[in-house]
T-cell receptor
């Protein structure tokens, strides 16, 4: 596997379910991100991890819980979601802060549908 | 006020046309500008970046920044069906930081 991978690619869940999204990067990067992409809206940054430490939490509801066990893996734990949480969830990674410019490499996303 | 504004389209052009995609931004501190391309069922990928006013060319693609009007553009010459994708502009207020401001993306279809 190369680049940034995400599993599952599609997920349908009920409002009372608990599920997790997984992201893995094979680029040796130290920063990882979760974004939410909804139709007709800008990409919304949810969480940022730098060297496994969470550095950004953009007022995300507590029903979304991130976990970063190491610099290569990132999880997004989901529980008691709402239908408006249906969206494409993108994971990204970048080398780290302090590089000349901070290109982010994205995974293919998980298409989440909440019934 | 949104940090970055972009017309979502959709935009449909015939093959070979010149395409102009545009964004406006509100924060004059932005100095670094990026264009990402997102194909259907894929994540965005960096297409071009520029760190100053003026033009930057890469093959059929030209990125243009006008800081006086806070306007950034992406031009595609001799457009091809393979250019059909969503194009997102992005501005990191701090180019070495983690926070990016993305536009909504413009959906482009190039018709053979």
């Amino acid at each position: 596997e190369t680049g940034v991978t995400q599993t599952p690619r599609h997920l349908v869940m009920g409002m009372t379910n608990k599920k997790s999204l997984k992201c893995e990067q094979h680029l040796g990067h130290n920063a990882m991100y979760w974004y939410k992409q909804s139709a007709k809206k800008p990409l919304e940054l949810m969480f940022v991890y730098n060297f496994k430490e969470q550095t950004e939490n953009n007022s995300v509801p507590s029903r979304f819980s991130p976990e970063c066990p190491n610099s290569s893996h990132l999880f997004l734990h989901l529980h008691t979601l709402q239908p408006e949480d249906s969206a494409l969830y993108l994971c990204a990674s970048s080398p780290s802060r302090g590089t000349l410019y901070n290109e982010q490499f994205f995974g293919p996303g998980t298409r989440l549908t909440v019934l | 006020q949104k940090e970055v504004e972009q017309d979502p389209g959709p935009l449909s052009v015939p093959e070979g046309a010149i395409v102009s995609l545009n964004c406006t931004y509100s924060n004059s501190a932005f100095q670094y500008f990026m264009w990402y391309r997102q194909y259907s069922r894929k994540g965005p990928e960096l297409l071009m970046y520029t760190y100053s006013s003026g033009n930057k060319e890469d093959g059929r693609f030209t990125a243009q920044v006008d800081k006086s009007s806070k306007y950034i553009s992406l031009f595609i010459r001799d457009s091809q069906p393979s250019d059909s994708a969503t194009y997102l502009c992005a501005n990191p207020p701090d180019p070495t930081g983690n926070q990016f401001y993305f536009g909504t993306g413009t959906s482009l279809t190039v018709i053979p």
